[in-house]
């Protein structure tokens, strides 16, 4: 067989032909001497065997030069076995070095099913051994099967407990092995699950869209938080170990001309999480049910603390759980995988105040001892409608920064009005409100700050009426923000009126040395050094004044600027807010906190606040929950 045309030319049927024709004419007595020669005929036998030699040549040339390196990886696929050798994850620590996810040593179990015997027999006295039923097992071993001779892993982090007990029956299970191998070493009690998140076993959807990238099956990737947002930086480069196999796909053992690739480790990761700070807000939070807090360096847009309750097992959900206890997960009433602190979207309340103040103040419409018209008699009226202020017996006559103290909605449904809608909005928009903050973690919501163009089309011209500012101007209604987006502008308040990117990577550590992230500027807050001063003060008498709101966020020889905040919940009793910063004349941090379906914020959220100050302005160390759910009807009530 040889190439000619483009297609294969089979020589040795014209040799057959030529030899054929030459026995008919010998059998028949004719002799064409007048067409061939006898010496003619051996000439074109010669030249034909000469042609079809060259051919050969030619052939044996294209096999063993142009295309050996084909050849030889095809060679290689029915020899060769690839195994990976994962590579170690990078390690995550806080600000101070201390470590909050690292790697642990672990085992998995595997059945290898051309040494079982009985894989009846086998499922029946394993199945106990591991923790799973004969039907879990059976389904585990028919869908990760591919080949007898592959291993199938049944269970994954199985305890030493049981590797020794797996080793003592040894001679009764055949094909059942253990292997070592790394698991990821999450905070205990789940601490900072949405923080740090979980790792786990690619999809076949992600392998589809990441395969270019390194990923394998089997391999594991960061599903939430951390561990999602700097996969790329944790998961360093698997190494790979050459099996030599039979056709049948037995391993005969290591090829010797193929050394193994080592792996290359990931990248250890340093965070500004402060984890006194960290492990203040949990405990603090411990007690009740769905909250979330977060703690900011005003200076740089460091996240010293983050905390959404409530809480979800990393570990489970990076070993693997049953479909069953998934759907349990997923359809539960709380939403533990919701990240209260930048998904969650709630009225703010009257932390909003402060935007409203800080406008009206910025258009020369109220100065801080301007007082309103109507005094606050419990409520206002608006058209048909009265608007009700938190305290029925009423504030009476306040100035501005009385105003802000008392936490009076009266004053504020009055400046509201004067502000109007558009305004106010485009205030809150360049305050870092209804956007993305760009925080280094995945799936942040906007917020939402409306206008009356967002009015329009939801509601339709004219159909809406102008009370809706009343209520904006308070923080209630469809004005919604999550605790990240307000932290971030308290800080910004205490800082001067920078608003910084939030993140959480301080630097990052590996073989080439150390790489710092360096902090960005995001905007500066529309408003004036006059301005903010006059915020900061009224934000001090907040906690420290006779009749202020937030008197439970005080710490002792500190002194804190702060607004409580109170937001309606038709679902069921308010959400409690409390925001604030500290040391009030020279900010190192800034703190939202957001407790839902609980009441007042001066009452719950202010005391987690405290503790949060005092972990780090004064590294004491926490005391536990000041208050729980059941006792927040015991408490003065307070906005």
């Known amino acids: 067989m040889f190439p000619l045309g483009g297609r294969l030319f089979d020589g040795s049927c014209f040799c057959a032909f030529l030899f054929c024709r030459t026995y008919k004419e010998k059998r028949a007595g004719v002799y064409p001497l007048n067409e061939f020669s006898r010496t003619n005929k051996n000439g074109i036998l010669l030249g034909v065997l000469a042609f079809l030699a060259g051919a050969l040549v030619v052939r044996l040339f294209f096999l063993q030069i142009v295309f050996h390196p084909y050849y030889r990886r095809m060679a290689d696929v029915n020899r060769l076995r690839l195994i990976p050798i994962p590579a170690p994850r990078g390690a995550i620590y806080d600000r101070q070095g201390r470590k909050i996810v690292a790697n642990r040593p672990a085992y998995s179990v595997s059945i290898l099913p051309y040494e079982v015997r009985d894989l009846g027999l086998t499922i029946q006295k394993l199945s106990p051994l591991i923790g799973l039923t004969e039907t879990e097992l059976e389904e585990a071993i028919k869908r990760e099967r591919t080949s007898r001779y592959e291993p199938i892993k049944v269970k994954k982090d ?35 699950s949405h923080l740090v998140g979980y790792i786990s076993e690619i999809s076949e959807q992600e392998l589809l869209q990441l395969a270019s990238k390194g990923y394998r099956q089997g391999g594991y990737i960061g599903k939430r938080g951390i561990e999602k947002q700097y996969d790329q930086l944790l998961r360093g480069a698997d190494g790979v170990l050459y099996l030599e196999v039979t056709a049948q796909g037995k391993v005969l053992g290591e090829v010797p001309d193929k050394p193994p690739l080592r792996p290359t480790s990931g990248s250890d990761m340093v965070i500004a999480i ?20 977060v703690a900011l360096d005003p200076a740089n847009g460091e996240i010293l603390a983050f905390v959404s309750k409530p809480v979800y097992n990393t570990a489970g959900l990076s070993v693997g759980i049953s479909y069953e206890e998934w759907n349990r997960i997923v359809n539960d009433p709380d939403h533990p995988l919701l990240n209260r602190v930048i998904q969650s979207q709630y009225p703010p309340g009257s932390t ?21 018209p109507t005094p606050c008699r419990g409520g206002y009226q608006f058209g048909t409608r009265f608007f009700r202020c938190w305290k029925p017996e009423g504030h009476g006559s306040l100035n501005l920064i009385g105003a802000i103290e008392q936490s009076c909605d009266v004053y504020f449904y009055q400046l509201g009005q004067r502000l109007g809608i558009n305004k106010w909005a485009e205030y809150g928009k360049k305050c870092g409100f209804g956007k993305r903050t760009g925080i280094d973690l995945p799936d942040e919501a906007r917020g939402l700050v409306p206008n009356t163009d967002w009015y329009d089309r939801r509601l339709g011209k004219g159909k809406w009426s102008q009370g809706v500012m009343l209520n904006l101007s308070i923080g209630q209604g469809e004005y919604l923000t999550t605790p990240l987006q307000l932290a971030n502008f308290y800080a910004a308040l205490g800082n001067g009126g920078v608003l910084w990117k939030p993140h959480l990577l301080k630097k990052v550590q590996d073989q080439a040395g150390v790489q710092e992230y360096k902090p960005e500027i995001v905007e500066r807050l529309p408003f004036s050094q006059e301005t903010l001063e006059i915020l900061r003060k009224s934000m001090v008498e907040v906690v420290h004044g006779q009749r202020g709101t937030a008197h439970r966020s005080q710490v002792e020889g500190i002194k804190v600027a702060g607004k409580t905040g109170t937001a309606e919940n038709p679902h069921g009793e308010p959400h409690a807010w409390f925001a604030c910063f500290a040391p009030a004349e020279n900010p190192k941090i800034a703190i939202a906190v957001l407790v839902e379906n ?5 009452d719950i959220a202010a005391p987690v606040a405290q503790q949060m100050l005092q972990a780090y302005l004064l590294k004491r160390k926490s005391t536990g929950p000041l208050v729980s759910p059941a006792d927040s009807a015991t408490f003065e009530y307070s906005d």
């Open 158 to 192: 199985v305890d030493f407990a049981t590797v020794a007990r797996l080793e003592e029956l040894n001679e009764d299970l055949p094909g059942v092995i253990y292997q070592a191998e790394q698991a990821r070493d999450y905070p205990p009690n789940n601490w900072g």
């Open 274 to 293: 402060d984890m006194d700070v960290q492990a203040a807000a949990e405990s603090a939070l411990a007690n009740f049910c769905c909250a979330g807090a």
């Open 352 to 372: 909003a105040k402060l935007l409203t103040a800080g406008a009206a103040l910025e258009d020369g419409l109220v100065k801080p001892q301007t007082h309103m």
């Open 598 to 602: 609980v009441g007042h914020g001066g």
